[in-house]
């Protein structure tokens, strides 16, 4: 058999290179590639049908990213031993290729389709996931799928000051900002990342930084699309439309629902409204009139969309009757629940999440087994969004992809904040209870007031505010919208939720959906982003400003000593006979494990005498004997020549016959017994043999001598 193979080349200015190869694999698929950087290799393939599905007035993407464990040549942990449903990780990456992804889409293209991007060699001086788009956009660019792309994503951090274009996982780790850049040639669709408390410019710099390179990615594409001869694409008719009932629709109904739009209200009267509308134009239609509910259904849509839009831009007023960049009204409180290790409230409008931090010891680290990266997390946060916070009913399945998402970014914000020295392991758990709109800032914001409750000693305080844009191409027209609503969410341009710190950002989501956005629009967005999250903030502090001073008194403590790597054994004991016996006799948990050639001993107890006991008995096992010291011995055995004291744990010194006391002692019997306590001085430590040499004489008052008659 004779394959076709064409490959391109994009070619780095580190020198580094990525190449896009097809014709070799997956040939029965639309469209498929395999993108190689380093050792690091995706297998992208895209399939979608030729008509769109009954009634389906909307594009069924799915786009699923999975890791295989032989790329880097690992085995699955667990029972199964082989790939399952996809982890978090892999839930994000297919969330940012499907977010860059979705938009490059005709509105009226309905037809199932799908994306599998799997890793299929692994390196972890190039990482997978800022390749993910490239590979599936070229997988669409060379089938006759029509795809308005291409697009790329690459991944930019700041090391040392500079910015690095898709850096090795050691240099990520060194850099004080992580973003996945997502763009055409033309225009950013997509930003996702965290930073250390970095401005705005800073951020926007490191923006136009990543647009540089997608447009070489970009260019080769489009020379790989047309070697491979795909630049005609399929044609498809996926939708019925009706221009006589469409404008009748907009003649009939635009001004009705502009004035439910204008009226000031909450969520659902303004639904109850919208519906109402709906219902009666259906109603006045005749008996025998052939309706199409899904296009009657789209047209209302869209009636609805532009109305909303026409209110913002031309009376610079929102749906509940804000000003562009009015927040909402904030409540908090924290401490709502005495049980819990730390608790928050926050409400801000008709959005509500109730948070809780609950702390935990090394031994409830999570446990990562991926094929790119194993350990272990001892930060975690966890999003839950049940039917019931929007008024519906649905059952509860576990946490979708959105749930994930949203999760994710709510952990990217906090976790910048923690402590460097933290010994804990910290479960933030957020439920919202009600939403009508960015949830997952609440969620944020709340998770800073639980932390702080629980008395965590973040560095300062998260706040985070969701901001939305809507703009009109003929007239130039735009409005930036501050902490917005579900339905602005929905009929705008531009989403963005932007965390940080007074001093700067450290996390950011934003997904743009309009051609010819500028970086100064951009930049006044994120200025006026600035101000709403500034303000949520001090809305917050007016409730805690700052983290409680000690922890709850039913949150466990936790105390980390540093010890030789010599003493490891010591403190374990023969069979772990000297730990076991310590945790069981204080209650204390103790984990023990060696880091940079040290003895690691972290310390977990419930309360603060066990904390004392423990912490106590550890160090008199690995404290070393200090000639001059006093200690607290014990007889361990009795000899004609004196007696053997314990007087550090495992350590016995020789208290001689003369070392007693001051008179002279002719023999050991009747002066001392086995297990009688004693206090003796520790005067010598042979510097040959190392034994030990007490003396108890020195720490009695010296008799007077007798003066000579």
């Known amino acids: 058999m004779q394959l076709n193979v064409i490959t391109k080349t994009i070619n780095l200015p580190d020198g580094r290179s990525i190449t896009i190869e097809t014709g070799k694999l997956a040939k029965q698929a639309d469209g498929s590639v395999v993108v190689r950087m380093g050792d690091t290799m995706l297998l992208a393939t895209v399939v979608s049908k030729p008509e769109a599905g009954e009634g389906v007035d909307f594009l069924p993407l799915s786009v699923d990213y999975q890791e295989k464990f032989a790329s880097s040549g690992k085995i699955p942990g667990g029972f199964l031993k082989r790939e399952g449903k996809l982890s978090d990780y892999e839930v994000l990456i297919s969330r940012l290729v499907d977010r860059a992804i979705r938009p490059m889409f005709n509105d009226d293209y309905h037809a199932d389709t799908q994306i599998a991007i799997s890793l299929i060699s692994g390196d972890p001086d190039a990482l997978p996931d800022a390749l993910a788009a490239l590979a599936a956009s070229s997988a669409l660019m060379v089938s006759?799928?029509?795809?308005?792309?291409?697009?790329?994503?690459?991944?930019?951090?700041?090391?040392?000051?500079?910015?690095?274009?898709?850096?090795?996982?050691?240099?990520?780790?060194?850099?004080?900002?992580?973003?996945?850049?997502?763009?055409?040639?033309d225009n950013i669709l997509m930003v996702e990342g965290e930073m250390?408390?970095?401005?705005?410019?800073?951020?926007?710099?490191?923006?136009?930084?990543?647009?540089?390179a997608i447009k070489e990615h970009c260019k080769v594409q489009l020379e790989l699309q047309e070697e491979v001869g795909k630049t005609v694409k399929r044609e498809y008719c996926h939708e019925?439309?009706?221009?006589?009932?469409?404008?009748?629709?907009?003649?009939?109904?635009?001004?009705?629902?502009?004035?439910?739009?204008?009226?000031?209200?909450?969520?659902?009267?303004?639904?109850?409204?919208?519906?109402?509308?709906y219902d009666e134009f259906i109603e006045s239609l005749p008996e025998d009139a052939e309706l199409d509910a899904t296009m009657l259904s789209r047209y209302f849509k869209s009636i609805k969309k532009e109305a909303c839009r026409n209110?913002?831009?031309?009376?610079?007023?929102?749906?509940?009757?804000?000003?562009?960049?009015?927040?909402?009204?904030?409540?908090?409180?924290?401490?709502?629940?005495?049980?819990?290790?730390?608790?928050?409230?926050?409400?801000?409008?008709?959005?509500?999440?109730?948070?809780?931090?609950?702390?935990?010891?090394?031994?409830?680290?999570?446990?990562?087994?991926?094929?790119?990266?194993?350990?272990?997390?001892?930060?975690?946060?966890?999003?839950?969004?049940p039917a019931f916070s929007t008024g519906e009913v649905r059952p509860n399945r576990g946490p979708g992809r959105r749930e994930v998402g949203h999760g994710n970014l709510a952990w990217r914000a906090l976790k910048e904040v923690l402590p460097a020295e933290n010994t804990y392991t910290i479960r933030v758990v957020s439920d919202i209870l009600e939403s009508n709109g960015s949830s997952s800032m609440a969620t944020v914001c709340a998770g800073s007031l639980a932390l702080m409750d629980a008395g965590i000693q973040i560095e300062a305080p998260v706040s985070g505010i969701a901001m939305g844009m809507i703009s009109d191409s003929k007239t130039g027209k735009f409005a930036i919208l501050s902490d917005i609503l579900g339905d602005e969410d929905h009929l705008g341009d531009m989403d963005f939720k932007v965390t940080g710190t007074e001093k700067g950002i450290t996390a950011t989501q934003m997904d743009i959906k309009v051609d010819g956005l500028s970086y100064e629009v951009l930049k006044q967005a994120l200025e006026q982003a600035r101000d709403g999250r500034l303000h949520i903030l001090n809305e917050m502090k007016k409730t805690i400003s700052a983290p409680n001073a000690d922890l709850k008194p039913n949150a466990p403590r936790s105390e980390v000593i540093m010890i030789d790597k010599d003493m490891i054994g010591a403190v374990i004991g023969p069979g772990g006979k000297v730990i076991q016996e310590i945790q069981k006799e204080?209650?204390?948990?103790?984990?023990?494990?060696?880091?940079?050639?040290?003895?690691?001993?972290?310390?977990?107890?419930?309360?603060?005498?066990?904390?004392?006991?423990?912490?106590?008995?550890?160090?008199?096992?690995?404290?070393q004997p200090e000639?001059?010291?006093?200690?607290?011995?014990?007889?361990?055995?009795?000899?004609?020549?004196?007696?053997?004291?314990?007087?550090?744990?495992?350590?016995?010194?020789?208290?001689?016959?003369?070392?007693?006391?001051?008179?002279?002692?002719e023999n050991m019997e009747g002066v001392m017994e086995v297990g009688e306590e004693?206090?003796?001085?520790?005067?010598?430590?042979?510097?040959?043999?190392?034994?030990?040499?007490?003396?108890?004489?020195?720490?009695?008052?010296?008799?007077?001598?007798?003066?000579?008659?």
């Not at 898709?166 to 780790?173: I, L, S, V």
């Not at 250390?196 to 540089?212: F, G, N, R, T, Y």
């Not at 007023?317 to 009015?326: I, V, Y």
């Not at 004196?642 to 002279?664: C, N, Q, T, V």
């Open 196 to 212: 250390k408390q970095v401005s705005e410019d800073e951020m926007l710099e490191a923006i136009k930084v990543a647009h540089e």
């Open 627 to 665: 000639v001059g010291e006093v200690y607290d011995g014990k007889v361990k055995s009795i000899m004609p020549f004196g007696a053997f004291i314990e007087f550090m744990p495992g350590k016995d010194g020789l208290l001689h016959i003369s070392e007693i006391k001051w008179e002279r002692v």
């Open 240 to 277: 019925v439309n009706d221009a006589d009932l469409e404008k009748r629709m907009h003649d009939e109904l635009y001004e009705k629902v502009y004035e439910i739009a204008k009226t000031p209200n909450d969520k659902h009267a303004r639904s109850e409204g919208f519906s109402k509308v």
């Open 311 to 385: 209110l913002v831009l031309n009376e610079t007023t929102r749906l509940d009757g804000r000003a562009l960049n009015q927040v909402r009204p904030i409540w908090t409180e924290v401490n709502y629940l005495p049980a819990t290790h730390g608790s928050a409230v926050f409400t801000r409008g008709e959005t509500q999440s109730l948070t809780t931090v609950t702390l935990g010891t090394k031994m409830d680290e999570q446990l990562i087994d991926g094929a790119m990266y194993e350990g272990s997390n001892k930060f975690m946060l966890h999003y839950n969004f």
């Open 144 to 185: 006759d799928i029509p795809f308005n792309g291409p697009i790329s994503e690459v991944r930019v951090a700041r090391v040392n000051g500079e910015f690095v274009v898709n850096p090795t996982m050691a240099q990520n780790a060194e850099g004080d900002m992580d973003l996945i850049v997502a763009a055409t040639m």
């Open 678 to 709: 004693v206090k003796v001085k520790l005067v010598d430590i042979d510097k040959k043999t190392g034994k030990f040499r007490l003396s108890r004489k020195v720490l009695l008052p010296k008799p007077e001598k007798k003066e000579a008659k």
């Open 586 to 623: 204080t209650g204390a948990t103790i984990v023990i494990e060696e880091v940079d050639n040290k003895g690691k001993v972290s310390v977990f107890a419930v309360n603060g005498d066990s904390m004392n006991e423990a912490l106590k008995r550890i160090k008199a096992i690995v404290a």
